[in-house]
């Protein structure tokens, strides 16, 4: 059995992912791509609006960046 298989929220969370890796193995399994950014040091698209999402930086330093202004 696949892990899309096993998640019964995959189709929820995948239509509410603003990721624009769709064809990634782990688009709609959020836990699966927390733990993969995570180990990166870096958040999740989920994090960041649609603009900041196309920059393609996932960095911690983005985030607090882009909030505080700094």
């Known amino acids: ?8 929220r995959v189709g929820i969370n ?6 624009m890796h ?3 193995s782990r688009h ?6 927390l733990h993969f ?4 040091g870096e958040l999740p698209a989920c994090y ?3 603009e900041e999402e196309k920059t393609f930086n996932r960095t911690i330093e983005f ?6 202004g700094k």
Do not use: V, W
């Open 63 to 68: 985030f607090i960046q882009r909030r505080t």
């Open 22 to 24: 769709t064809s990634c």
């Open 1 to 8: 059995m696949r892990k899309l298989d096993q998640c019964p």
């Open 28 to 33: 709609g399994l959020c836990c699966e791509c």
């Open 48 to 50: 960041f609006t649609e």
């Open 37 to 40: 950014h995570r180990l990166r």
């Open 14 to 19: 995948a239509k509410y992912c603003n990721c």
